[in-house]
Protein backbone atom coordinates (compact mmCIF):
# COMPACT_ATOMS: atom_id res chain seq x y z
CA UNK A 1 0.00 0.00 0.00
CA UNK A 2 1.09 3.52 -0.62
CA UNK A 3 1.90 5.47 2.00
CA UNK A 4 3.06 8.47 3.18
CA UNK A 5 4.18 8.87 7.34
CA UNK A 6 4.69 12.64 8.76
CA UNK A 7 6.99 12.64 12.44
CA UNK A 8 8.81 15.50 14.26
CA UNK A 9 6.27 17.52 15.26
CA UNK A 10 5.62 18.50 19.18
CA UNK A 11 5.54 21.24 21.46
CA UNK A 12 7.58 24.22 20.69
CA UNK A 13 7.86 28.12 22.07
CA UNK A 14 7.81 30.72 19.35
CA UNK A 15 11.01 31.65 18.16
CA UNK A 16 12.02 28.10 17.95
CA UNK A 17 12.36 25.31 15.64
CA UNK A 18 11.18 21.56 14.56
CA UNK A 19 12.36 19.74 11.69
CA UNK A 20 9.62 17.50 9.94
CA UNK A 21 9.83 14.39 7.91
CA UNK A 22 7.95 12.84 5.41
CA UNK A 23 8.70 9.62 4.06
CA UNK A 24 7.26 7.88 1.43
CA UNK A 25 6.30 3.96 2.70
CA UNK A 26 6.25 1.74 -1.32
CA UNK A 27 5.32 5.14 -2.94
CA UNK A 28 9.84 6.72 -4.53
CA UNK A 29 9.48 10.29 -3.57
CA UNK A 30 11.97 10.87 -6.14
CA UNK A 31 8.90 11.05 -8.02
CA UNK A 32 6.83 13.14 -7.38
CA UNK A 33 6.31 16.23 -6.09
CA UNK A 34 5.95 17.13 -2.58
CA UNK A 35 4.02 19.54 -0.49
CA UNK A 36 3.39 20.22 2.84
CA UNK A 37 0.09 21.93 4.20
CA UNK A 38 -0.64 23.28 7.38
CA UNK A 39 -4.40 23.16 8.98
CA UNK A 40 -4.87 25.09 12.21
CA UNK A 41 -7.96 24.66 13.94
CA UNK A 42 -11.29 25.27 12.27
CA UNK A 43 -9.30 26.52 9.44
CA UNK A 44 -8.98 25.07 5.55
CA UNK A 45 -5.61 23.56 5.27
CA UNK A 46 -3.18 25.55 3.65
CA UNK A 47 -0.07 24.97 1.27
CA UNK A 48 3.08 26.03 3.11
CA UNK A 49 6.00 24.64 1.21
CA UNK A 50 6.26 22.76 -1.54
CA UNK A 51 9.37 20.59 -3.55
CA UNK A 52 9.34 19.78 -7.44
CA UNK A 53 10.67 16.53 -8.49
CA UNK A 54 13.46 18.45 -10.23
CA UNK A 55 13.72 20.21 -6.64
CA UNK A 56 12.47 23.26 -7.42
CA UNK A 57 11.02 25.23 -4.41
CA UNK A 58 8.05 27.31 -3.22
CA UNK A 59 6.85 28.59 0.07
CA UNK A 60 3.45 30.31 0.81
CA UNK A 61 4.32 34.36 1.84
CA UNK A 62 3.61 33.18 5.38
CA UNK A 63 6.68 31.52 6.11
CA UNK A 64 8.93 32.50 3.53
CA UNK A 65 12.62 33.11 4.83
CA UNK A 66 11.96 31.11 7.87
CA UNK A 67 11.07 27.66 6.01
CA UNK A 68 13.33 25.29 4.09
CA UNK A 69 11.97 22.22 2.23
CA UNK A 70 14.74 19.75 0.92
CA UNK A 71 14.84 16.03 -0.04
CA UNK A 72 17.14 13.42 1.39
CA UNK A 73 16.58 11.08 -2.26
CA UNK A 74 18.85 8.02 -0.25
CA UNK A 75 16.18 7.84 2.85
CA UNK A 76 13.53 8.70 0.61
CA UNK A 77 12.14 12.17 2.57
CA UNK A 78 11.01 15.06 2.37
CA UNK A 79 12.18 17.43 4.84
CA UNK A 80 10.62 21.11 6.19
CA UNK A 81 12.92 22.65 8.25
CA UNK A 82 10.84 25.09 9.85
CA UNK A 83 12.80 28.02 12.65
CA UNK A 84 11.55 31.37 13.75
CA UNK A 85 8.14 29.69 14.41
CA UNK A 86 4.98 31.95 15.46
CA UNK A 87 2.03 30.92 17.70
CA UNK A 88 0.30 31.05 14.14
CA UNK A 89 2.08 28.39 13.15
CA UNK A 90 0.46 25.61 15.16
CA UNK A 91 -1.62 23.29 13.59
CA UNK A 92 -1.93 19.70 12.20
CA UNK A 93 1.27 19.77 9.49
CA UNK A 94 0.56 16.95 5.91
CA UNK A 95 3.29 16.34 3.49
CA UNK A 96 1.25 15.35 -0.09
CA UNK A 97 2.63 13.58 -3.16
CA UNK A 98 1.44 13.83 -6.56
CA UNK A 99 3.07 13.20 -9.93
CA UNK A 100 1.60 16.22 -11.27
CA UNK A 101 2.84 20.12 -9.84
CA UNK A 102 0.01 21.00 -8.02
CA UNK A 103 2.68 23.83 -6.25
CA UNK A 104 1.23 24.74 -2.95
CA UNK A 105 -2.95 23.77 -4.00
CA UNK A 106 -4.82 21.77 -2.37
CA UNK A 107 -5.23 18.57 -5.42
CA UNK A 108 -2.68 16.32 -4.50
CA UNK A 109 -3.45 12.41 -5.07
CA UNK A 110 -1.57 11.39 -2.00
CA UNK A 111 -1.80 12.72 1.52
CA UNK A 112 -0.38 11.31 4.87
CA UNK A 113 -1.89 11.86 8.20
CA UNK A 114 -0.35 14.50 9.85
CA UNK A 115 1.79 15.50 12.64
CA UNK A 116 0.30 18.00 15.17
CA UNK A 117 2.63 21.01 15.94
CA UNK A 118 2.13 23.06 18.92
CA UNK A 119 3.64 26.76 18.89
CA UNK A 120 3.10 28.07 23.10
CA UNK A 121 5.19 29.51 25.72
Not at 90 to 111: K, V
Request: glycine residues 14%.
Amino acid sequence: QLRLVESGGGLVQPGGSLRLSCVGEVLILDDYNIGWFRQAPGEEREGVAFISSDDSESYADSVKGRFTISRDRDKNTVYPQMNSLKPGGTGRYYCAADNLDHGLGPSYGYWGQGTQVTVSS
